[in-house]
T-cell receptor
Framework: DTAVSQTPKYLVTQMGNDKSIKCEQN?????MYWYKQDSKKFLKIMFS???????INETVPNRFSPKSPDKAHLNLHINSLELGDSAVYFC????????????FGPGTRLTVT | DAKTTQPTSMDCAEGRAANLPCNHS???????VYWYRQIHSQGPQYIIH???NNETNEMASLIITEDRKSSTLILPHATLRDTAVYYC?????????????FGTGTRLQVFP
């Protein structure tokens, strides 16, 4: 069974569209994260949620809105997509906020044309 | 910004030990050293972490100098599947809400 899963794996869309990426973890973890890895391979945290509560919100445009319907899911919705949003987005989870081990999903490659 | 400095790339022959260095000269007393790796096109994977004592698990060993300003990750018998980017990260103790800050890492190429 996949511990942290993301859908879709690939997403190609046009500028201006709105899209969502879904993440689910079956590890029973309390904390979930979204990371962005750009074309230069820099991996940066965007958000983290602990028990559905937002605890880390990096300097991310308001067009990005995470939503956590329950502690096993953390979805990322992106409005008015721009070319610069093209990247690989990784979801991760950990047993608690600040746990030494984060488990990462396989990533979603977003391409905005 | 990342608090660590790592070589950009390294090579290692299959079956030999891979020793990946990391400098973290500004590490604070309660900060830990964490290692993650990212195999091509996959999500990062936790390897090991330590405070000041040397640590070993099924994947690797972590050697931290006595002054804690540098450390070395050791993969004792590297395989082709260990080819990846290895990230050394300094972060607060478990339970702290500090985020993981990934630097540029070391690209390890294991060759036959």
């Amino acid at each position: 069974d996949t511990a942290v899963s993301q859908t879709p794996k690939y997403l190609v869309t046009q500028m201006g569209n709105d899209k969502s990426i879904k993440c689910e973890q079956n590890l029973g973890h309390d904390t979930m994260y979204w990371y962005k890895q750009d074309s230069k391979k820099f991996l940066k945290i965007m958000f983290s949620y602990n028990n559905k509560e937002l605890i880390i919100n990096e300097t991310v445009p308001n067009r990005f809105s995470p939503k956590s319907p329950d502690k096993a899911h953390l979805n990322l919705h992106i409005n008015s997509l721009e070319l610069g949003d093209s990247a690989v987005y990784f979801c991760a989870s950990s047993s608690f906020s600040g746990a030494y081990e984060q488990y990462f999903g396989p990533g979603t490659r977003l391409t905005v044309t | 910004d990342a608090k660590t400095t790592q070589p950009t790339s390294m090579d290692c022959a299959e079956g030999r030990a891979a020793n990946l260095p990391c400098n973290h000269s500004t590490i604070s007393g309660n900060e830990y050293v964490y290692w993650y790796r990212q195999i091509h096109s996959q999500g990062p994977q936790y390897i090991i972490h330590g405070l000041k004592n040397n640590e070993t698990n099924e994947m690797a060993s972590l050697i931290i100098t006595e002054d804690r300003k540098s450390s070395t990750l050791i993969l004792p018998h590297a395989t082709l599947r260990d080819t990846a980017v290895y990230y050394c990260i300094v972060r607060g103790p478990p339970g702290n809400t500090d985020k993981l800050i990934f630097g540029t890492g070391t690209r390890l190429q294991v060759f036959p």
